[in-house]
């Protein structure tokens, strides 16, 4: 069963994907990546990736921890560009979260780099 946090403050935006996820620090001071359901993809995308980390973590594979994570959409009052405050507002109660990674990168497969198996 996945624990459920309470975000208590909104970070920053991550602008890379189209769900456009937010950085929020939760009632456990931890951080976290949160993948909104008010986002243009919907709640269909937090159940996809919900059933992804769960599945990669059956399969023995080494994924951030997956939280829900509670937001009130009073959250959105503190970012300042309307586009991103809006599925911050609309995103008010459950979403999924992954435990944040300090200095982690974001994998492009177009790239086509082979990434060594101990930085995987």
């Known amino acids: 069963m996945l624990r459920t946090v309470r ?9 890379e ?23 243009s993809q919907g709640a269909e ?6 059933v992804a980390g769960e599945l990669a973590r059956a399969l023995g594979l080494l994924v951030p921890e997956l939280v829900f994570v509670e937001l009130d959409r009073k959250l959105a009052e503190s970012e300042p560009d309307p586009e991103l405050a809006r599925p911050l507002e609309a995103s008010a109660g459950s979403n999924i979260g992954l435990d944040y990674l300090p200095g982690s990168i974001t994998f492009d497969l177009a790239t086509r780099r082979t990434i060594d198996a101990t930085m995987a």
Not at 7 to 15: E, G, K
Not at 17 to 39: H, I, N
């Open 7 to 15: 975000a208590v403050r909104y970070v920053q935006p991550f602008r």
């Open 17 to 39: 994907g189209g769900s456009v996820p937010a950085l929020v620090e939760a009632d456990d001071l931890g951080l976290y990546v949160v993948k909104l359901r008010g986002a």
């Open 45 to 50: 995308a937090l159940v996809a990736e919900l």
